[in-house]
T-cell receptor
Framework: DTAVSQTPKYLVTQMGNDKSIKCEQN?????MYWYKQDSKKFLKIMFSYNNKELIINETVPNRFSPKSPDKAHLNLHINSLELGDSAVYFC????????????????FGPGTRLTVL | DQQVKQNSPSLSVQEGRISILNCDYTNSMFDYFLWYKKYPAEGPTFLISISSIKDKNEDGRFTVFLNKSAKHLSLHIVPSQPGDSAVYFC?????????????WGAGTKLIIKP
């Protein structure tokens, strides 16, 4: 059974389109994340959700919006796609509890390679 | 401004020998350091971590060393095996307000030669 799954695995689309990437975790974790791996291979956090509340929002364009219907899902919606949005997007989850101390590992999905033409 | 740096984009090691992957950081507030391993077309998977209050953590063939004064950590793999060929990411954990963030290095591609 896949712990963190993402769909689609590949997404090719035209500039200006609106697209969504879905993420689901079956680990019972309470925090989910979206990362972007850019052309320089850096993993940069975009969003995280804890118990359906946005707790991190880095300086991402507001064309990107996370949607969490429940704590097992965190979908990424992207409006008006631009060439620079081409990257691999990873979803992750963890059992962090920000108030209790020890960091716990994050579990990653397989990634979605987005290509904007 | 890179807070976590992996200065070697790639490393080639003979099978059976020791692989040493290095990572430097700038923020003394990091409280945990983690190594992740990534195969092509897969997401990163957690490998080993070390708390900032320790200087060594060992798990089988993998050992992570932390030198806080030098703000440097390294991952040792011994003996290296073909299945170890992957990209290794160093990440540092910091608590910002009430949340934890992971700051990632750019990765080092390890190639194990038969």
């Amino acid at each position: 059974d896949t712990a963190v799954s993402q769909t689609p695995k590949y997404l090719v689309t035209q500039m200006g389109n609106d697209k969504s990437i879905k993420c689901e975790q079956n680990l019972g974790h309470d925090t989910m994340y979206w990362y972007k791996q850019d052309s320089k291979k850096f993993l940069k956090i975009m969003f995280s959700y804890n118990n359906k509340e946005l707790i991190i929002n880095e300086t991402v364009p507001n064309r990107f919006s996370p949607k969490s219907p429940d704590k097992a899902h965190l979908n990424l919606h992207i409006n008006s796609l631009e060439l620079g949005d081409s990257a691999v997007y990873f979803c992750a989850s963890s059992q962090d509890d920000p108030g209790k101390g020890d960091y716990n590992e994050q579990f990653f999905g397989p990634g979605t390679r987005l290509t904007v033409l | 401004d890179q807070q976590v740096k992996q200065n070697s984009p790639s490393l080639s090691v003979q099978e059976g020998r020791i692989s040493i992957l290095n990572c430097d950081y700038t923020n003394s507030m990091f409280d945990y350091f983690l190594w992740y391993k990534k195969y092509p077309a897969e997401g990163p998977t957690f490998l080993i971590s070390i708390s900032s209050i320790k200087d060594k953590n060992e798990d089988g063939r993998f050992t992570v060393f932390l030198n806080k004064s030098a703000k440097h950590l390294s991952l040792h793999i011994v003996p290296s095996q073909p299945g170890d060929s992957a990209v290794y990411f160093c990440a540092a954990s910091a608590r910002m307000d009430s949340n934890y963030q992971l700051i990632w290095g750019a990765g080092t591609k390890l190639i194990i030669k038969p």
